[in-house]
């Protein structure tokens, strides 16, 4: 079964570090997502992309954050300059449908602890 | 921005024993999702309603989305230590943006 795969699982940094996180959406889809989820709460959207742009983002989405798809298959996100509040799960989502609607296929997660 | 509220926050039930989830949106929804996220583990989708007053199942458990479609509810019959996680639903605001709620956590004991 196609599945949502995400590098790494767990980095740790130190505050005011670059990292990036990788993803590998689902090959048929279109749509791309990051999420994130600080330990115990709820899942907070980032930012969506599609036809390689940003559609919509969230203002935790700040100009620290930027997302690219620099070939066919990989979305990554990068964070420039981490903060300790930027500890938390991330995640990537991808989904095939059009609109508004269509089932969210969401990777296992990257853990990005900041020290 | 547009709130999805679920009540309740937790949940502790015994196994065999009903459980229900409502989820509450500030604003009108064209469709809302359901998704169930084991401990330790990522949102996996379960259903999607889109029509008003729709109710559909799936074995055990029992979704609705109310006739204003600004809520809905997630119904599981006898629990079982399996159904032990975090569900969340989820509609769309904008184009692609879909926001979950604040999760309901279901802790079952055998």
């Known amino acids: 079964e196609p599945e949502v795969t995400q590098t790494p699982s767990h980095q740790v940094t130190q505050m005011g570090q670059e990292v990036i996180l990788r993803c590998v959406p689902i090959?048929?889809?279109?749509?791309f997502y990051w999420y994130r989820q600080i330990l115990g709460q709820k899942v907070e959207f980032l930012v969506s992309?599609?036809?390689?742009?940003?559609?919509?983002k969230s203002e935790i989405f700040d100009d620290q954050f930027s997302v690219e798809r620099p070939d066919g298959s990989n979305f990554t996100l990068k964070i420039r300059s981490t903060k300790l509040e930027d500890s938390a799960m991330y995640f990537c989502?991808?989904?095939?449908?059009?609109?508004?609607?269509?089932?969210?296929?969401f990777g296992e997660g990257s853990r990005l602890t900041v020290l | 921005g547009q709130q999805v509220m679920q009540i309740p926050q937790y949940q502790h039930v015994q196994e065999g024993e009903d459980f229900t989830t409502y989820c509450n949106s500030s604003t009108t929804l064209s469709n809302i999702q359901w998704y169930k996220q084991r401990p330790g583990g990522h949102p996996v989708f379960l259903i999607q309603?889109?029509?008003?007053?729709e109710v559909k199942k799936q074995k055990r458990l029992t979704f609705q989305f109310g006739e204003a479609k600004k809520n809905s509810s997630l119904h599981i019959t006898a629990t079982q230590t399996t159904d032990v996680g975090t569900y969340f639903c989820a509609g769309p605001t904008g184009f692609q943006k879909l926001v979950f709620g604040t999760g309901t956590r279901l802790l079952v004991s055998p």
């Open positions: 090959s048929n889809h279109l749509y």
């Open positions: 992309f599609y036809n390689n742009e940003i559609s919509e």
């Open positions: 309603l889109v029509k008003s007053g």
């Open positions: 989502a991808s989904r095939v449908g059009q609109g508004s609607t269509g089932e969210l296929f």
